[in-house]
């Protein structure tokens, strides 16, 4: 399984983008990234997923450089609400028969400050 | 609609004891999980159920056994509980195994004393 590195935290202030860098070095080529977000007493919730270059939704963007060794979600404009875990996931895209032992990291705690 | 849910929400029980936390998924997914988050907020995966048959089981004690009735149910019993089994119990589901799009449950925080 891909190991993943991510600072343990960040803080930003309300409008300004945030860039979360996770570290993959091996990460193999059937492998996805994935991200979630955790508010206290809640469980984790989907973010965005990518393979490679950039993917962008209504909540983020994901940056996916050519060799896939990091990746770094972007969120922009964040505000208080945006305080949470951010965890970074590598595991393959999809199995036949089921199950994945997707393993989550220590997470990168965001806190977003007036 | 909750998607995945977890009952009950808060269990506090003695040392020893056995208990169970239930989930279900209204979301006709394939897949269910169960994931431990101790007080250090790791995430660990325990269990994956796959159509009512386990496909993941790591090195979990095996006074915890997951049970799949059908494939929108994964219920979790603890057997003897200890004081290290208190943690945050995550259900989750997913159609796409891959991990993407899990859905979890807002969780059960299990405090054993």
């Known amino acids: 399984l891909a190991k993943t590195t991510q600072p343990i935290s960040m803080d930003s202030y309300e409008g300004q983008e945030v860039n979360i860098t996770c570290s993959h070095n091996?990460?193999?080529?059937?492998?996805?990234i994935t991200w979630y977000q955790q508010f206290p007493s809640q469980g984790p919730r989907f973010i965005i997923q990518?393979?490679?270059t950039k993917v962008t939704n209504e909540v983020a963007s994901l940056f996916i450089p050519a060799d896939r060794k990091s990746s770094t979600l972007s969120l922009p404009r964040v505000s208080l609400s945006d305080t949470a875990v951010y965890y970074c996931?590598?595991?393959?895209?999809?199995?036949?028969?089921?199950?994945?032992?997707?393993?989550f990291g220590t997470g990168t705690q965001l806190k977003v400050e007036l | 609609d909750t998607a995945v849910s977890q009952t009950p929400k808060y269990l506090v029980t003695q040392m020893g004891n056995d208990k169970s936390i239930k989930c279900e998924q209204n979301?006709?997914?394939?897949?269910m999980y169960w994931y431990k988050q101790d007080s250090k907020k790791f995430l660990k995966i325990m269990f994956s159920?796959?159509?009512?048959?386990?496909?993941i089981n790591e090195t979990v004690p095996n006074r915890f056994s997951p049970k799949s009735p059908d494939k929108a149910h994964l219920n979790l019993h603890i057997n003897s509980l200890e004081l290290g089994d208190s943690a945050v119990y995550f259900c989750?589901?997913?159609?796409?195994?891959?991990?993407?799009?899990?859905?979890f449950g807002s969780g059960t925080r299990l405090t054993v004393v």
């Open positions: 989750a589901s997913s159609q796409d195994t891959g991990g993407r799009g899990y859905t």
């Open positions: 091996n990460i193999a080529t059937n492998d996805y």
């Open positions: 990518g393979y490679k």
């Open positions: 996931l590598v595991g393959e895209g999809r199995l036949t028969g089921g199950g994945n032992k997707l393993t």
């Open positions: 979301l006709g997914h394939d897949t």
């Open positions: 159920y796959n159509n009512k048959e386990l496909i």
